[in-house]
């Protein structure tokens, strides 16, 4: 959920199952901290969390469905950016994601991004049976 009333700048865009679209929120996104003067960590740690949350709603979410979109909603202020992404997926739960750092999974790739995301951010919430992500930066948090 974002509250305008947290926020300097509200964004809301709607975009095909396509990862070129995806990448271009996601640039958009960055500019925009960088206007804020969020820090390098900062950036890094979004751009990375944007890259997670954006391909696998569209890769696993709507499994490359051209009829299905993403919405993308996004807000940011000198204190913190945050992201909703929802897909039109079936959605997932997460306990049925397996553990990447359990013995057994060290050579699969499945829940990696999802363990990167909460490494790398303040906040990473699922709702909506795992359709919608949220996903928040502070500014200058480690």
Not at 1 to 13: G, H, P, T
Not at 36 to 65: C, P, Q, V
């Amino acid at each position: 959920m974002i509250s305008a009333e947290e926020f300097d700048e509200l964004f809301d865009e709607i975009i095909p199952s396509d990862t070129v679209r995806g990448q271009e929120v996601q640039e958009r996104i960055i500019a925009l901290m960088e206007k804020y003067k969020f820090t390098e960590r900062d950036i890094f740690s979004t751009r990375l969390a944007l890259e997670e949350g954006i391909i696998n709603a569209i890769k696993h979410g709507n499994r490359m469905d051209q009829n299905k979109v993403v919405q993308i909603r996004w807000a940011i202020s000198s204190e913190k950016v945050r992201v909703v992404i929802k897909d039109q997926g079936p959605g997932f739960d997460l306990c049925d994601v397996p553990d990447p750092t359990a013995l057994e999974n060290l050579e699969r790739p499945c829940g990696r991004g999802i363990m990167l995301m909460k490494a790398f951010m303040d906040l990473i919430e699922y709702s909506e049976r795992g359709t919608i992500l949220t996903i928040e930066k502070k500014q200058g948090s480690e």
